[in-house]
């Protein structure tokens, strides 16, 4: 017999949890709670909260079984699921309420890319500026909310990030149809494109992808002459559309503001109404993306990228342990266009490790090119930037590779886009 034995990472207390139950005793009543990320019921990263509710006696409304019961998710996953991106209406509050469901409990360092199209840092900024959501505590990446039955008219104003990493980047000539043109161009986005003409079946976007947030909008790289027409399909609400023309022979980005807030999943097609099109790739935004004119910076806190550890909401930082987060990649973004050009991107960071202590690796890449990447060793004390030259107009991607050598704080990222240097 071979024995496997398991190591868990699960702690004996988590006092955000305690919390929740400690207020449950004082109103006298059951503690109930609903818990984000919301899973289907079948996925094991619902074992923590499990956990940890069972040490303080919580009743989740999250469910988990091998094969869950058909009305968990006709009951109870779709109708909250939109609580991933942050979303919570007056309707579902009251829904929660009325079953004697005041607490909602956040995992931020769970949270996973297929969970919704940005990061966790919008779920985050969207629950703390939710009126009706009163933080209790936060312990490292676990925050605890109750939900009160009216707005609070003295809430504590908390930050708001003003960039939002998106998860993922759609290639058109994946989902193109059977009777749609697929090109080859070193320039596309994995060097493939579809090409679209008026009367060609759309290329489509699949569901799961396009949130329930008013403010984001679509940008689609493309090429040509045309007139586009993209549509977004709710199975729970009628569609709605937007349309763009361009002409222009290099790539250039489309931006699609739908400013629907109906939906919880949705498909988008996109189709040509006249002239043609090359379609390339697609990202999602929140908010009016405005990348650095040349002899500008923005900077842009961690808090708002995809990442590991918790967010510091006093500065939008976010604060890594060495002995807990991951020795891989524990930041990830912008992974939102930028025009081609020059760009110096800095890290900054801070740390109580010895002076020449190896933090990790701060890595820059065009998303969708087999272009060479751009590394810089991260090393306490010193300053941390790599200077990018960005050959085309597609999203650049920052990753930092932790080494656990020592606790961090990464503050954001400063990126930079000098003014170019005049040829005589």
Not at 215 to 237: C, D, H, M, P, Q
Request: with cysteine; hydrophobic share 40%; aromatic share 8%.
């Amino acid at each position: 017999m071979v024995i496997r034995p398991t190591i868990s990472r699960l702690v004996d207390e988590e006092p955000a949890y305690l919390a929740a139950a400690s207020d449950a005793a004082e109103r006298e009543t059951v503690p109930r709670a609903l818990v984000i990320p919301l899973w289907p019921g079948t996925s094991s990263w619902s074992s923590p909260y499990l956990h940890y509710a069972s040490l303080y006696r919580i009743r989740l409304v999250n469910g988990y079984s091998p094969a869950p019961p058909a009305n968990y998710r006709k009951n109870v996953y779709e109708p909250l699921r939109s609580a991933n991106r942050g979303v919570l209406s007056e309707s579902q509050m009251d829904w929660l309420t009325s079953r004697g469901i005041f607490w909602l409990i956040f995992h931020e360092d769970l949270f996973q890319k297929k969970i919704s199209p940005f990061s966790g840092g919008l779920t985050l900024s969207q629950f703390l500026s939710n009126p009706r959501l009163k933080l209790l505590r936060q312990t490292g990446p676990v925050w605890t909310f109750r939900i009160e039955a009216e707005p609070a008219a003295d809430r504590p104003q908390y930050p708001e990030w003003p960039v939002i990493a998106p998860t993922s980047m759609h290639e058109f000539e994946n989902r193109a149809g059977p009777h749609v043109e697929v090109g080859n161009d070193t320039s596309a986005s994995g060097g493939m494109f579809a090409k679209l003409k008026s009367g060609d079946e759309p290329a489509v976007i699949p569901t799961l992808r396009f949130p329930c947030l008013p403010e984001s909008s679509l940008l689609v790289r493309a090429r040509g002459t045309a007139k586009i027409r993209a549509t977004l399909r709710g199975s729970n609400g009628p569609s709605c559309a937007g349309s763009a023309s361009i002409e222009d022979n290099d790539w250039t980005w489309v931006e699609f503001a739908f400013g629907c807030s109906n939906y919880v999943e949705a498909s988008t097609e996109l189709a040509v109404k006249s002239g043609t099109a090359d379609l390339d790739s697609a990202v999602l935004a929140y908010r009016r993306w405005n990348p650095p004119p040349p002899g500008a910076a923005i900077f842009i806190p961690a808090a708002g990228l995809i990442h590991a550890g918790w967010t510091d909401i006093s500065d939008g930082g976010v604060c890594l342990r060495a002995d807990w987060d991951p020795s891989s990649a524990v930041l990830d973004g912008p992974n939102l266009p930028f025009e081609t050009g020059v760009y110096e991107i800095a890290m900054e960071f801070e740390t109580e490790a010895p002076s020449g202590t190896d933090m990790g690796t701060l890595i820059v890449t065009a998303q969708g090119t087999c272009d060479s990447e751009t590394r810089a060793l991260t090393i306490a004390g010193e300053p941390c930037r790599v200077v990018c030259d960005h050959r085309s107009n597609l999203p650049i991607r920052v990753v930092f590779e932790y080494s656990r050598s020592a606790d961090m704080k990464i503050r954001g990222l400063r990126i930079t886009r000098p003014v170019p240097t005049a040829h005589p």
